[in-house]
C-alpha cells in the first residue's frame, strides 16, 4: 500500500514562493499518474497539477504560469513549486495517484497573507 507524506508547506505573504514535496513509500509510484490537491476552508478538495509517468504536466488555470509539478523517480518523490503566491492559494494540499487511492495523508497546510 503506498504511503504519502506531504511537506513543505508554512505562511508567506503574498507575491512569495513556496515548494511542496510528496515522499511516497510502500510502493513505486514510477509507473504512476500523480497530482497535487488541495482544499481550501469550506471548499472541496480539487485537482490543481498532474505530472504523467512520462513527465507531461497539466495545470488547473487558476494555477497555470504559477506551480510547476515535477517528479523524481529515482527517490519516489513527487514537488510542486509554488510562486507568484495569491490569498487564494490558502489551502491544504495534498499529493496523490490519479485517480486518487481513496485515502489521503495529513497533507501539508500553506497560508498566503501579509
Known amino acids: 500500500q503506498v504511503q504519502l507524506v506531504e511537506s513543505g508547506g508554512g505562511l508567506v505573504q503574498p507575491g512569495g514562493s513556496l515548494r511542496l514535496s510528496c515522499a511516497a513509500s510502500?510502493?513505486?509510484?514510477?509507473?504512476?499518474?500523480m497530482g497535487w490537491y488541495r482544499q481550501a476552508p469550506g471548499n472541496q478538495r480539487v485537482l490543481v497539477a498532474r505530472i504523467s509517468s512520462g513527465g507531461s504536466t497539466n495545470y488547473a488555470d487558476s494555477v497555470k504560469g504559477r506551480f510547476t509539478i515535477s517528479r523524481d523517480n529515482a527517490k519516489n518523490t513527487v514537488s510542486l513549486q509554488m510562486n507568484s503566491l495569491k490569498a487564494e492559494d490558502t489551502a491544504v494540499y495534498y499529493c496523490?495517484?490519479?485517480?486518487?487511492?481513496?485515502?489521503w495523508g495529513k497533507g501539508t497546510l500553506v497560508t498566503v497573507s501579509s
Open positions: 496523490n495517484t490519479i485517480p486518487n487511492l481513496g485515502y
Open positions: 510502500g510502493t513505486s509510484i514510477t509507473i504512476k499518474t
